[in-house]
């Protein structure tokens, strides 16, 4: 029932207010233009307050588009919030500079997108029923869409305005293509003895939340789903046969002809009556030659030529019109007379034919039996889906409503937490509306789309909230970190130990052979060597250049927890190579674009730090 939209802003702006219908939950701000009761604001920009309610709806925006990422709620909402001010600064200072969306701009912009659409036409009755469902109405969705096109201008006048030179770009690839000579040692981490019993007390209690049993719910709910109301559909023959008439061209096999051709290209060097004298002459030559051998002598498609001017099969509407009316009209065997096409004449002959067939209605009844029932029921399912949106809105604190209202078995889970679970939550989507805010505080979520062709509606039925575990349970996990970390440390500080020697003028040589350290020389290191960590290739081009004979030292980290001591001592400038010369052109639109992009987030910067901004302590 549900399907993701297809792009069709080019901006940010425009294209996150259309993402955030196919989240469940209201667009972030819409409530403000409602009754806000004595509800006090958590922060504002001039004239515009943001209430909690729009800083939990922009987290859970947030939450749903960054799935699988470890960041805690907390950071979460305080970039929702951010978010929220920039945008409402911005909107601010573009609408005070005189820009606006037209109604019919917005409108062919609502229209023209497929979510909104059936069978490729807009389709008012859908566009409504699917903001029903987000509890959206038509004028609070389009001031929404007005405000996010303005933005969208506003920022399109500064990034799209911007450009690079050819100095810039040269510039950009001395950097890019910069080479650096490097050498570094991997400090080993140290063996050590298992802790005590003090030790891994001490650690357990600073370190609680790290084992933890993980928050849990389980959910009852509703599923709504169109094979069970496709196996309610009555179905009779007489129903079946008008069905399959409806549909006969989904039975149907097109007629397909093999055929061969000679072209004769009118070009630069060869005029269009140039062309048709060979054509003409070449027609006559078929009397005593054979079409293939022919074709492999004088055809101008070289390709096909090889094969005898074979095309091989084609069905009706894939090729131009010409040469397809031709094609059609041939007996098997027959040769065309010249025919004009965009490229120049053809002799056309066909070589096989395979004629259409229609499967008889009782060889696919079965298949056809499925095809109607799911077509009868598709207009059910979407208005049995209008029904679950409203039933379970207007009884937000129970299923049974919506159950009865249309005869559906309330289902149960077991206890899962935010990162897997079984059944219907080993759905990241299912997770994700079981622990929003909104459900955890008792009410029903709003229909989730689950799988192509189903709705759940779901209600927390169960919450346990994250417990620390005894110790005596995680003891030898305790062990084991608290090693790991005393480790670790040991080895930051004998890289420190080595760095500062190395500072003082010893050799990474002798330092090497004195703690029995691997040392690795890499000459001339490429910014794009793929055979060097990531995290020892950025470390080696952020370190300051040498100066002089004195090369730069540091230490850096592996993402495996290793530590590096390392030695650049010499730096080259890139140069541009044949293939950058070649992307030349992109490359000045690219940096172009980055130096516009830089410029409209200082602007934005600007903008902020001389608005009228208040910001209050937020849940």
Known sequence: MLTKIREKAQGAFAWGILIIITVPFALWGIQNYLDTGKEPPVASVGHRDFYQRDVNAAYEQYRQSLQGANIEEGVLKAQALDKLIKDEVLLQSASNSGLVASDDTVREFITSLPYFQVDGKFDEKRYKALLSAQKLSSPEFIAKIKSSLVMEQFQQSVVDTSFATQFDVEGFFKIQNQQRDAEYLTVATPKLAAPSGEEIQAYY?????????????????????????????????????????????????????????????????????QALDKATKAKADLATKDFAALAKEVSDDKLSAKVGGDLGLFTAGVMEKSFEDAALALKLGEVSAPVKSGFGYHLIKVTELLPGEVKPFDSVKSELTKAYQKAQAENAFYEAGEKLTETSYENPDNLQAAATALKLTIKKTGLFGKDKGDDIAADEKIRNAAFSEDVLQGNNSTPIEFGADKLVVLRVLEHKTAAVKPLQDVKDQVASAFLLEKAKQQAVETAQKIKSRLLAGETIQALSAEYKFDLKKLPSLARNNNEVPIELRQAIFKAAKPVGDTATVLSTELASGEQLVVRVSKVREGVMSDDDKKQLPLAIKNIGKAFGQAEFNALIAGLQADADIEIRTAK
């Open 205 to 273: 209690q600073q370190h609680q939340d790290a084992y933890q049993t993980p928050e849990q719910v389980s959910v009852e709910y509703v599923e709504l789903a169109l094979d069970d109301l496709s196996k309610s559909v009555e179905v009779t023959d007489e129903k079946l046969k008008a069905y399959y008439e409806e549909q006969k061209a989904v039975y149907t096999t097109q007629e397909r002809r093999k055929v061969s051709h000679i072209l004769f290209a009118v070009n630069d060097k060869t005029g269009e009556q």
